[in-house]
């Protein structure tokens, strides 16, 4: 495979780890995040640019029992054994600072080699909260969402100005819509105003950090 086909297929694999509504995210062998899917970064109410970089550790809190799962699969690397290890693990979720547990699977890909392989993490949440359920706290990403989409800003706008894809921004517009219950992007608009989380009177519209007043 040449250089332009090797682009074009890692192209096209980022676009549909975009779509998958799976938090997934691709790290080195030390746990550095390479790639993060949306799903992934709205675990913190983050965008998949600013989950890049960091340690899966560090975003993650590993469950006591964990350690000894984490020797293990170090050692496996070492070894070039190229199990599936299941870490459990705890963070907080978004704006809202909600605890959350589920489990990281983690998983050695690419070809066998001398060098320790990337590894891919697919989170598996516990307990994910009933989407009927109305809450008007949203994360920093969202509430940037909201403001563009009150505003009248296409997708592709939406997702240049936050620094997320198309299918990005659209992920997160749908998790608000099955949260929020409603049927299309005007009545989600409509309903942040009825929750709070948009400003009446307020143009153009601002995010929720945006509102609040500095210094008190």
């Known amino acids: ?11 096209y694999f980022l676009m549909l780890l975009d779509r998958v509504p799976v938090p997934i995210a691709i790290c080195t062998c030390e746990g550095v995040v390479t790639v993060a899917n949306p799903a992934m970064a709205a675990q913190w109410g983050l965008s998949p640019g600013q989950v890049r970089g960091r340690r899966l550790l560090d975003l993650f809190r590993p469950s006591s029992s ?13 070894l070039g054994r190229r199990s599936r290890y299941t870490i459990e693990v705890r963070w907080r979720e978004g704006a809202r600072e909600t605890e959350r547990e ?11 080699s001398p060098e320790y392989p990337s590894l891919l993490a697919v989170l598996r949440v516990r307990d994910e909260p009933a989407a009927e359920e109305p809450v008007p ?6 509430g940037l969402i ?8 296409t997708t592709a706008a939406i997702g240049k100005a936050v620094g997320l894809t198309v299918d990005g ?18 009545a989600l608009v409509a309903k942040a105003y009825v929750l709070g989380v948009l400003t009446p009177g307020q143009w153009p519209p601002l995010p929720p ?7 008190g």
Not at 102 to 112: K, N, R
Not at 209 to 215: D, F, L, S, V
């Open 66 to 78: 964990a350690a000894g799962q984490l020797g293990r699969l170090a050692e496996a690397l070492r």
């Open 146 to 153: 909201l403001a563009l989409a009150a505003a009248g800003a």
């Open 137 to 142: 706290e949203v994360s920093e990403v969202e």
């Open 102 to 112: 589920g489990e990281l699977l983690v998983d050695p890909v690419g070809d066998p």
């Open 1 to 11: 495979m040449d250089s332009e086909q090797f682009f074009a297929w890692r192209n």
């Open 169 to 186: 921004v659209n992920y997160h517009l749908g998790r608000l819509t099955r949260r929020w219950r409603v049927p299309n992007r005007t």
């Open 209 to 215: 950090a945006a509102q609040r007043p500095r210094g």
